[in-house]
Structure formats: structure tokens, C-alpha cells
């Protein structure tokens, strides 16, 4: 009989079997109480002497590795400027921390974890992205862990969270449109299934409306996942979404787009359309992210501090490390965006201000725009 024997019984790593054993920090009460159980199934008595050499002093704080796992997601930085932010604020704190960080991605319903995982070289887990399946999320729950950023659903997660108040975005792109004079809204929906993008679209739809704004929320009723990584589904949910927006009574002036990586196709498909991004519709988008600065005119868009975000999710992990048996932090720890609002693009030339918009708009007889200055923000 084996420690090994009992963490298949128990359904986790020999080494966490080996952590309760010796008291040792690192294991939810659920793991522990599953091991307690295996051991009185099994009949197994840990032996008095510990087999192989004595450490010079017990460790406290094990190994001072931190896990950083990618579910299911574009781990490739340069396809995901969000996670390669929140990536380097989550490097750059462990380094404070005198922590190394280990990187990988796995696919959701992979069945095996990483080497380092099963080695027990890490002392909690940074996580992102969608929950594993089952067999690997009982696994990973021996070990303190902190999921990172907007999670796309409530249920299947553990542990505690460290995401942007979606709901503070939502204002925030709502007051800046307002703010701009804009009384007619849109918000550009193609993920219903996006847990931060519903809570955008809410608190988008609610701070409009109590200023008396009529508001649009343009989707699409084929939209899927799919969106994601099939270009042409996107221009073709884009373009049924903005076909609401050209066919409204009262067309919106202005657009929440709540994602930078869409804002390139909805600039080409409003054009395509015979709508001039930022002259017959002023855009927001979010995320502050290096891929719009091609773009002429430049719209503001809202920086979620990702980087920001990945330090805070380092710091609540060493508190879950030191302090195991907390209370976890099953609300999350809302991080405030702000507006970035548009100097020039890319090609250098500046973008219009609003006074001159407004100026190019009337010249151009277009119509539905209510003059107005636009609103500072911090």
C-alpha cells in the first residue's frame, strides 16, 4: 500500500496526498477531507519515519512556483493582447514576490495536466479561460487558485476571481457616448453567451436609458463561439447586426462595440453599408488593445488594465498560499476601466475632434446628431 494507491482513490497527485500527510500548506478542506477518506478506505497508515533524506528545515511555503494555465484559449500574444497584458502583470508581480511563473495552455477536455502540474512544482494556480473538464478540475482543486480575468459563465469555477467590472464598462461607454450628445444608442451584441459582454450590454441599456436615451441593442440570432474563429461568420453576423442598426426609425449615432478585435471588421462593414465610422456613427469600443491604432479615424476605447488585473490575481494567490483556510473570495475583485479617448492613428494624422465631426457632419447633411462636448474622464 502506497501513498500513490491512495491519490487515484482520492483523485489527485500523490504529492497532495503527501501534503496532507505532513500538514502542510496548499490544500483546500474538500482535497483534504477526500484524502482522509481514501486512507480509511484503503486501510492506510502513513509510516512513522519518512522514508529518504531529512530536510535541513520543513518547508512552509513549498516550492515558490506559480502555475499561469491557458483553457481552451489563444495563448499566441500576439492574437490575444489581453492575456499578454494580464500575463506580464501576473509575471511581473511573482518576480516582486521572488516567484517564477510557469506558462501553458491545454485544451478544455484534455484529460492529462501538465508535467509541472503532476510534479507538484507549483504552490497555486493562476487560471484563465473556461472551466476544464471534471477530471482535471478535481485535480487542479487541491491547489489555491485564482481565476484571471472575465470568466464566460458562473458556474464550473473554483477558488477565487480576479476579473474587470464589466458593469463599469458598460457605464462608462454609455456615459462617454452621452457625453458626446448622442440620445440615440446602439450596443453591438454578437456573444450573448459572453458572461462580461451580457454584463457590458446591461449596464450600457440601464445608464442610457435613465438619461432618456433611446437605446439599440443590435444582434444576431445566428451568432455563436464561432464568431470567434471563422472571419466570415463574423462579417456576416456583423453585417445582419448592423442591417438592425441602418433599418432603425431613429438610426443611433452612437456605438459600443465591446471588444477591439470586432471593431476592425465593423469599421469595413459599416463602410461597405455607406456609414462613415465616426462621422455617421461615433464608436467606443474596449480593451485599449494595439489593434486598433490602424485605424483612421481612431476610436476611443476603454482600457480594462490587464496588466493591472494580473498583478492583483498574483497578490490574492500568495494571500490564498499563506492563508488556505480563508474564506474564499467567491465575489469578485472588480478592477475600474477607463476611457482612452482618440489623439491620431497610426498613420499619423490626427484624429477629428468633436467640434470638427460635428462640422463635417452638418456639411455632409448628416443627420441625427445632437451637438454637445464631450465628457472627460479619468
Not at 308 to 329: N, Y
Amino acid at each position: 500500500m502506497s501513498i500513490v494507491e491512495v491519490a487515484k482513490v482520492a483523485g489527485t497527485s500523490h504529492a497532495t496526498v503527501s501534503r496532507v500527510i505532513n500538514n502542510r500548506r496548499g490544500v483546500s478542506p474538500e482535497t483534504a477531507a477526500a484524502v482522509q477518506r481514501a486512507m480509511e478506505e484503503l486501510g492506510y497508515t502513513p509510516p512513522k519515519v519518512r522514508r529518504g533524506p531529512k530536510p535541513r528545515v520543513e518547508r512552509t511555503v513549498s516550492v515558490g512556483g506559480i502555475g499561469l494555465i491557458w483553457f481552451g484559449t489563444d495563448a499566441a500574444f500576439a492574437r490575444a493582447p489581453i492575456a499578454s497584458k494580464a500575463c506580464a502583470g501576473a509575471e511581473r508581480a511573482a518576480a516582486q514576490a521572488g516567484r517564477s511563473l510557469l506558462l501553458c495552455q491545454i485544451d478544455r477536455e484534455a484529460s492529462e495536466l501538465p508535467g509541472w502540474v503532476n510534479l507538484d512544482h507549483v504552490d497555486g494556480l493562476i487560471l484563465h479561460g473556461l472551466p476544464p473538464a471534471s477530471r482535471i478540475a478535481k485535480r487542479l482543486r487541491g491547489y489555491p487558485s485564482v481565476w484571471m480575468l472575465s470568466p464566460r459563465a458562473e458556474e464550473g469555477f473554483w477558488g477565487d476571481r480576479v476579473m474587470p467590472d464589466n458593469r463599469a464598462v458598460g457605464r462608462l461607454a454609455a456615459e462617454y457616448l452621452l457625453g458626446r450628445g448622442h440620445r440615440s444608442l446602439a450596443y453591438l451584441l454578437l456573444d450573448p453567451t459572453h458572461y462580461g459582454f451580457e454584463a457590458r450590454r446591461s449596464a450600457f441599456v440601464a445608464t442610457a436609458e435613465r438619461s432618456g436615451a433611446e437605446v439599440l441593442v443590435a444582434t444576431d440570432s445566428e451568432a455563436s463561439r464561432e464568431l470567434q474563429t471563422d472571419p466570415s461568420f463574423a462579417v456576416e453576423s456583423i453585417d445582419r447586426a448592423l442591417g438592425q442598426i441602418r433599418a432603425a426609425p431613429q438610426r443611433p449615432t452612437g456605438l459600443f462595440v465591446p471588444s477591439d478585435q470586432l471593431v476592425a471588421l465593423v469599421y469595413g462593414r459599416l463602410r461597405a453599408a455607406g456609414l462613415e465610422p465616426q462621422r455617421d456613427i461615433d464608436i467606443i469600443s474596449c480593451d485599449n488593445e494595439w489593434t486598433i491604432d490602424a485605424l483612421y479615424p481612431k476610436p476611443a476605447t476603454i482600457d480594462l488594465r490587464a496588466e493591472l488585473i494580473g498583478e492583483v490575481a498574483v497578490q490574492q494567490l500568495l494571500h490564498r498560499i499563506e492563508h488556505p483556510a480563508s474564506e474564499h473570495v467567491s465575489a469578485t475583485l472588480t478592477i475600474d476601466g477607463y476611457v482612452v479617448e482618440p489623439t491620431e492613428s497610426l498613420s499619423g494624422a490626427p484624429n477629428l475632434p468633436p467640434d470638427r465631426v460635428r462640422a463635417e457632419n452638418a456639411e455632409a447633411g448628416a443627420s441625427g446628431v445632437v451637438p454637445g462636448e464631450p465628457e472627460e474622464h479619468v
